[in-house]
């Protein structure tokens, strides 16, 4: 496959990045709502219309200037509302319903693996459009892979912060999430020094080249 210009990526990247983004967070809200919280359903939320999620700086404008930097693509959509105190079981309830993120992350990798193995073996049926949904697949089983991994670090805000912070003793988990005002600016920090990149990347290249070898 040749080398895709600007334009070509922002366009065969597009789907993938606000499904990959918008439907992590809908999870969020659908486990919390199995759970016991209502807040996301009632702000209209437990949805799979992507414009209730987008946040326009996290699901668009960083997203492409990723792209343009040619670096890791990450963001975020419009974070879903839960209410701790509505949950059955708070603590533990709490740890599902920041798993939920993740875990729809690599069902999504998953699908668009699928798609990717469907279009290699029947090649006849998206006469045209094999390139591009090739391309289209690969990109989104990259970003999911991404988001799964970053959103698994034990940084509040992030998911892997809420399960870690389940598993401790109330009195330190208290302190720990204290941490969470700090949390975006300590990700940049490690953005911008290269060094989120060399904690992501292995993690990153097994799982694709996992997946990868399942698919070709």
Do not use: C
Not at 43 to 50: A, E, F, I, V
Not at 54 to 70: C, E, K, Q, Y
């Amino acid at each position: 496959m040749s080398q895709l210009t600007f334009i070509q990526t922002v366009a065969i990247s597009a789907i993938p990045i606000i499904f990959a983004i918008t439907l992590h967070e809908a999870a969020h809200g659908l486990v919390a709502s199995r759970l016991g919280d209502q807040t996301a359903r009632l702000s209209g939320r437990l949805t799979l219309n992507p414009i209730k999620h987008i946040d326009p700086l996290g699901t668009v404008v960083l997203p492409l200037v990723m792209l343009a930097l040619g670096g890791i693509i990450f963001g975020w959509a419009k974070p879903v509302p839960v209410d701790w105190r509505n949950l059955r079981k708070p603590k533990r309830d709490m740890a599902w319903v920041a798993a939920a993120g993740p875990a729809a992350n690599f069902i999504m990798m998953l699908l668009w693996a699928v798609l990717a193995k469907l279009v290699l073996n029947v090649e006849e049926v998206f006469q045209g459009f094999t390139t591009p949904m090739l391309y289209m697949a690969r990109a989104g089983i990259t970003i999911n892979i991404v988001l799964m991994v970053l959103n698994l670090l034990p940084i509040p805000p992030l998911d892997g912060s809420r399960v870690v912070s389940s598993l401790l003793p109330a009195r330190l988990a208290i302190k720990y999430n204290q941490i969470e005002p700090y949390g975006l600016i300590i990700i940049l920090l490690l953005f911008v020094t290269g060094i989120l990149g060399k904690i992501l990347w292995p993690a990153i290249a097994i799982i694709y080249n996992i997946v990868m070898s399942l698919v070709v």
